[in-house]
């Protein structure tokens, strides 16, 4: 069994951004800036959002960090929003969710401009992503392919299984999996919480993606020898030995299915610290298209 260990090939892809930021620097050019827009104070949205800041510090990008009151209006939103589009010097920029209850995310995702929607949500993205364009991807589904690429795991003619069927993660994987090219050429089944008989699809499968959020949920006897396993699932459990009074758990039960398993990511340190690098390397992209819109 191998671990796909996200934590150590993030940092490759971050020193690999640094190195690209280096070379802007001294060729006297702009470097890459990045907002995030949190509205609210959701404890994991925090935390998140300051991960995203703090890679932006280590790569060398710039970053605007705008803290909205959670009884922000959806107008409010709106209106920083179409400001951030308007700003020549911001590259990409991301609204945190989950949202307040007030605020409609389908329309403050609609509202972004698609060119420096870096977190690869808005329909022209996606609708291109489908069609095998070139553009954003969503950071999640990006970082698995950058897993799956840098350890290279097999996945042509592959079964594969994702398990969820959230725009975030589980729609694009499923799209991004029976795809041309590698990673990719396999063939995907999409499961969900009206699957029946999800055993029986998942004890065929070479490469199971999860991302359900229900910790523990897939057992040993739900996978065949030798597979490949995702784990996007990230649940805070209550543990009282634990010295924080919680563990962070997967969708996967760990010591169990890792012992059949000939790739899996560990969690935490696999999937998450993947969706910052590739954040930035978004980000890094929404500058490069932007200059060469400019030299034109």
């Known amino acids: 069994m191998q671990l796909l260990d996200g934590k150590k ?5 971050k020193n690999e951004i640094a190195a690209e930021v280096q070379k802007m620097k001294d060729n006297n050019e702009k470097v890459p800036h990045l907002a995030a827009v949190i509205v609210g104070n959701d404890g994991a949205s925090l935390t998140y959002v300051g991960s995203k800041v703090k890679a932006c510090e280590k790569v060398g990008f710039e970053s605007t960090l705008v803290k909205m009151p959670s009884t922000t209006s959806e107008t409010e939103l709106l209106k920083k929003i179409k400001e951030l589009n308007e700003d020549d010097n911001i590259d990409g920029f991301i609204v945190q969710l989950p949202l307040p209850d007030q605020i ?3 329309k403050v995702l609609m509202a972004i401009d698609p060119s420096k929607d870096v977190d690869g949500f808005h329909p022209e993205n996606f609708g291109k992503m489908a069609l095998d364009m070139t553009t954003f991807i969503p950071a999640t589904p990006f970082g698995i392919l950058e897993l799956l690429e840098r350890y290279n795991v097999e996945t042509k003619g592959k079964h594969t299984v994702v398990i ?3 725009h975030i993660v589980g729609r694009p994987m499923s799209i991004l ?4 090219g590698f990673p990719g050429n396999s063939t995907v089944t999409l499961t969900h919480s009206h699957t029946k008989n999800i055993t029986q699809i998942t004890s065929q499968a070479d490469i199971i993606i999860t991302a359900l959020g229900v910790p523990n949920y897939l057992k040993a006897e739900m996978v ?3 597979v490949v396993i995702i784990d996007v699932g990230i649940t805070r459990v209550a ?3 634990a010295e924080k009074g919680y563990v962070i758990t997967g969708d996967v039960d760990f010591d169990n299915v890792s012992k059949k398993a000939s790739f899996i990511t560990p969690v935490p340190g696999g999937v998450g610290p993947m969706t910052i690098a590739m954040l930035m390397k978004n980000t890094l992209l929404a500058r490069e298209q932007k200059r060469l819109k400019t030299a034109l």
Request: proline share 0%; hydrophobic share 15%; no cysteine.
């Open 239 to 241: 543990d009282e030995r």
């Open 9 to 13: 090939v993030s940092d490759e892809i």
């Open 224 to 226: 065949k020898d030798d």
């Open 164 to 166: 969820g069927r959230s």
């Open 177 to 180: 999996m029976g795809r041309k």
């Open 104 to 106: 409609d995310t389908q």
